[in-house]
């Protein structure tokens, strides 16, 4: 059974009840008291405050009336003016350490058409020293006309440079000829289990790599150094509160993130909180190092693992019952074979781990929530948490399963309107129903949660909520919402952002809401996006965040 006490850190154990809080701040008064503003506390529309109070790092007070009986000289008064404060954001699904590296990278998801991109992959590739590995950022076939590049496009401007690059939903890969050689990679190359190399007409690799196939050409990549994989983060927490978000739960492949944390975590505060997870067959590896060391604290956490079911839409590796429209050969592929996500799930989740899969496809969806199943019958009856990472095409008679079974969705709002411009070339319209269900999830019972895949989708939680509640696409062809009946309310998505997610990380009675005795994680916009034109909900701004009560982002 999962020990709360030890999931939560040591330092739950010390965590000041709310009336030592109060009576902390009637003795020395405030720490830092935002006044004059529209506050809302994350649960209702009707709940919202005009001030809202801080001591030693908590949520000591709510209210004018309290706020201003609490506020003494030494009380850092920030005004608000009218502006809107309510619990900081909390992102539950990022790939932090490559989205930090993404920053410094070229930008090719932006490129026009063939001959800029082309022209963006050179410019960076000049200004390495020959040898020396191009990461490109993500692209996107769908913004180049629609074909998919191959290393053709890229070659004459790599000519000395071995270059890799995902695909924005990072289950493939654009290599360049140098890339493929350093790999071997060859047309006697077999397609590993759960991947595919694409080859054109004479069997030749065309540069593109799907899912596992992607490891062919990582495991000869050198690595990064600490130094450089520590800076590259702390450039992505600057980013990310830049944003609002004050947390960000990471289900990675690896193990590079949490080991960043540990050593940013030893060096002090990380000025944004973390929770990780890392790869599901690494199971027995996490429950040892839990055994060791605990859960981490407020500001990095673990014990929690993550598989994969299936692989992407865009890739056409999502898992579906019946075959893709535009692919009527294919199914989609399973990344981690049934029986081994089914062995490795039961396993992590009777050590005590917290255990989430990604699945896409309707049949990958159906499979983890039948391991999910089982492993609650052998395992006993606690509360485990078990999550859907993406939970995208689901089918309408398995939605009321994640409510009856209490599996967390774990879903990304800006998918559906970068997706929703293409998907139903990939799987014809009558599969559309349960396509990013948000409202279908909610109206279930089901407990959904929101964040960004970042770098799939920005770290950006406006743009989330705009996503979420206007379904509108990012190409404009849907003003009144693509399948406008899964759009939700704005408190809905707020929600989804912070109560939902502090839920999710068994944060609940820590996070999520502004009310005494709450982390004091806040975040202020320059409008209220519960009473804001829809469309002026994606030009709200971030002004300031704060996170355990001190302003780590100010604009």
């Known amino acids: 059974m999962i020990d709360r006490r030890h999931l939560l850190g040591a330092g739950a154990l010390a965590l000041l009840s709310a009336q030592a809080l109060t009576a902390r701040a009637a003795e020395t008064g405030l720490d830092l008291a935002l006044v004059n503003g529209q506050v809302w506390t994350g649960q209702t529309a009707a709940s919202l405050a005009e001030a809202v109070g801080v001591s030693a790092g908590k949520i000591a007070a709510v209210g004018a009336g309290q706020v201003r009986a609490l506020t003494t000289s030494r009380t850092r008064v920030i005004d608000l003016a009218g502006a809107f404060a309510m619990p900081a954001f909390i992102d539950n699904h990022t790939h932090f350490r490559l989205a930090s590296t993404m920053l410094a990278q070229p930008d090719l998801l932006g490129a026009a058409d063939r001959a800029d991109f082309v022209n963006r992959v050179g410019q960076a590739a000049a200004q390495l020293r020959p040898g020396r590995w191009l990461r490109g950022g993500s692209w996107d076939e769908q913004r180049l006309g629609g074909r998919l590049p191959d290393r053709h496009w890229i070659d004459a401007a790599t000519p000395d440079t071995p270059f890799i690059a995902p695909r924005t939903d990072l289950h493939m890969y654009l290599v360049n000829s140098l890339a493929l050689r350093l790999a071997g990679i060859t047309r006697e190359t077999p397609d590993p289990a759960g991947g595919v190399i694409d080859r054109d007409a004479s069997g030749e690799p065309t540069g593109i790599l799907r899912d596992n196939a992607k490891d062919l050409v990582d495991r000869v990549i050198p690595p990064t150094s600490e130094a450089e994989t520590d800076e590259a983060m702390r450039a992505g927490i600057a980013h990310g509160l830049s944003r609002g978000v004050a947390q960000v739960h990471c289900p990675e492949i690896d193990w590079s993130v949490q080991d960043s944390l540990l050593r940013l975590r030893r060096g002090g505060e990380t000025d944004m909180r973390f929770y990780s997870f890392v790869p599901l067959q690494d199971w027995e590896k996490m429950a040892g190092f839990v055994a060791r060391n605990g859960r981490g604290d407020d500001w990095v956490r673990w014990g929690g693992v993550k598989g994969l079911a299936d692989g992407s839409l865009g ?184 109560a939902a997610n502090a839920y999710a990380g068994f944060q609940e009675d820590r996070l999520g809401e502004l009310s005494v005795g709450r982390l004091a994680d806040i975040a202020v916009l320059d409008a209220n996006p519960l009473t804001a034109p829809l469309d002026g909900l994606n030009k709200i701004k971030v002004l300031q965040t704060i996170v355990d009560g001190q302003p780590r982002y100010e604009a």
């Open 315 to 498: 890739s056409r590796t999502a898992l579906f019952y019946e075959p893709y429209s535009d692919a009527p050969d294919q199914h989609g592929t399973r990344v981690m074979a049934l029986n081994d996500l089914r062995e490795a799930v039961i396993a992590a989740d009777r050590h005590g781990l917290h255990v989430t899969v990604h699945a896409i496809g309707d049949r990958a969806n159906d499979d983890v929530l039948d391991i999910f199943a089982e492993a609650e019958r052998l395992n006993g009856a606690r509360d485990r948490r078990f999550r859907i990472e993406h939970a995208q095409h689901v089918r309408p008679q398995s939605i009321p399963r994640f409510a009856r079974q209490k599996v967390i969705a774990s879903v990304q709002p800006f998918h559906a309107i970068d997706d929703g411009r293409w998907a139903v070339e990939r799987i014809g319209p009558a599969r559309l129903a349960g396509t990013y269900a948000f409202a279908s999830f909610l109206q279930a019972g089901a407990r959904t949660t929101f964040g960004s895949d970042w770098p799939v989708g920005p770290i950006d939680p406006i743009t989330g909520v705009h996503a979420a509640v206007t379904r509108q696409t990012i190409d404009d062809a849907n003003p009144d919402g693509w399948i406008p009946e899964e759009r939700i309310t704005v408190e809905q998505a707020l929600i989804a952002y912070t």
